[in-house]
């Protein structure tokens, strides 16, 4: 008999989590304005908001925590971060951030101003948020299977060359200060790109003259997905096909918070030295100096520990297949979700989830909020409010897919947790005819609504 496959860690310390009623969870709803945000998290059960800074550090992490040096400047644990993204990514410039957009202020304070664009592949909502403040666009040239829930495209990450070349062609060089590779695409599903693809995209930005950059929060589980899906790959180790994917980028983004398997930071990394030059300085004005930047050497210490143990092979196959586990229980149930199962989360299709509730009345919120009644469970939604609105018409941005997001947290729940979350949407899913009416908002901010929006019954 083949034996299964198993974690490869055993649990040391567990974390107690309330069960509640039904009966309190309406009421905590309705007092958090019908925004899972507003959620305190003592008020759920499994919390699937995000895998950003949710995961468990594992004890060696823990005790990298104790040697932190704290130094302000030149501190021993910025050296080993450094060295570590040096030796995964082969950039030799690190600039820490205390999260990922962070990074990207930093960064685009350098490259991004009024009327430029920015291509990529279904950019993230703070990635998008970045380029617009500065009066820029973002122009998703993310291929169209993307959008296909059905499609079981292996790489629904990707970006289509035309589409790309398009922008090139149709903007004066200037006004493209680069071309952004979101590895795994989240936005499309935790979609991976293919290192064929990125190849391609470089060769064309090079001929163009538009430096790569990519926005690398989940480039181990990307890098995963390349091993068992791309031809010729299969033999490779993650880290070797990790440094592959960022020889075809100028430098990169990262959200710690993901595949660097700690709480909290970020950074920016890459070769040129006038950016670097630049970015230093916008980094001391936001973050910190140049060798903390907002963040404690105790967690440079941990994150260095952290980045080793994701592109390690074992862990990512463990990780993978629990969102996997999740993904395929959901199908089996004949729950419509992006396929291929995505890295980090599962995806619903709540447009064909709840047919009766219109688009006006954020469907994908409302199948949010009947999971969370059902079950305690928390996640996001990843659509018409994350979108926000045109902000030229101020109207309602409607994206091609309505979405919630199963996003798993990093070594945190079991399988059994994974059952009791399919069982409890197939019980959504059982009552789906009843589910009619949404929600209407009655109090949104400007732009990034979704976090702080306020919603009633429509
Ligand atoms: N880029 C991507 C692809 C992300 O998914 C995120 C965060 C960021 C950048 C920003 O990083 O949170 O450290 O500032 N994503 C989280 C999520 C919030 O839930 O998907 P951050």
Known sequence: MNLPYAEPFRIKMVEEIYQSTREEREQWLKEANYNLFNLRSSHVYIDLLTDSGTGAMSDKQWSALMTGDESYAGSRSFEQLQKTVEKITGFKYLLPTHQGRAAENVLFSVLVKEGDVVPGNSHFDTTKGHIEIRK???????????????????????????????????????????????????????QPVSLENMKAVKALSDQYGIPVFFDSARFAENAY?????EAGQENRSIKDI??????????????????????????????????????????IIYEGFITYGGMAGRDMAALAVGLDEATEFAYLESRISQVEYLGNKLIEYGIPVQKPIGGHAVFIDSLNFLPNVSREEYPAQTLGLEIYKEAGIRTVEIGTLLADRDPATRENRYPKLELVRLAIPRRTYTNNHMDYI??????????????AKGYKITWEPEILRHFTVQLEKA
């Open 136 to 190: 820029a666009h973002a122009i998703d040239c993310t291929i169209d299977e993307a959008f296909d829930i059905n499609d079981l495209h292996p790489f629904k990450g990707n970006i289509n060359l035309e589409k790309l070349e398009e922008v090139y062609k149709s903007h004066p060089k200037e006004n493209i200060p680069f071309c952004l590779i979101t590895i795994t695409c989240n936005s499309s599903g935790g």
């Open 225 to 229: 997905f390349i091993k068992k899906r």
């Open 242 to 283: 990790c440094k592959e994917i960022f020889s075809y980028g100028d430098g990169m983004t990262m959200s710690s918070k993901k595949d660097g398997l700690v709480n909290i930071g970020g950074f920016i990394a890459l070769n040129n030295e006038e950016v670097f030059r630049k970015a230093s300085n916008f980094t």
């Open 422 to 435: 399919a069982a409890a949407i197939k019980n959504v899913y059982e009552r789906r005819d009843e589910i």
